[in-house]
């Protein structure tokens, strides 16, 4: 089942992102779980949040993923969720 993470930044939280961005993306990378995913952009073209597209038998197990994100451990995120999502086009 798929699942769609969409997550909001802490505002002016752009250096936190950063400086966790290396290790981020090298977890999205160990991840076969992971299909697609992104930075959300702010009126400046800055990244401001996030959208990650999973592949997991269950919302827990996405959940479980998504806590171990370094974004959430450096506690980047002002708001978060995962709902399930369904693939159409694409």
Known sequence: MLFALMAKDKPGALDVRLSNREAHVA?????DAVKMAGPFLNEAGEMCGSLIVLEFDTLAEAEEWAAND???LADL????EIQPWNKVIG
């Open 27 to 31: 977890y999205l990378k160990s991840s």
């Open 70 to 72: 370094p974004y959430k």
């Open 77 to 80: 995120f002002e708001s978060s």
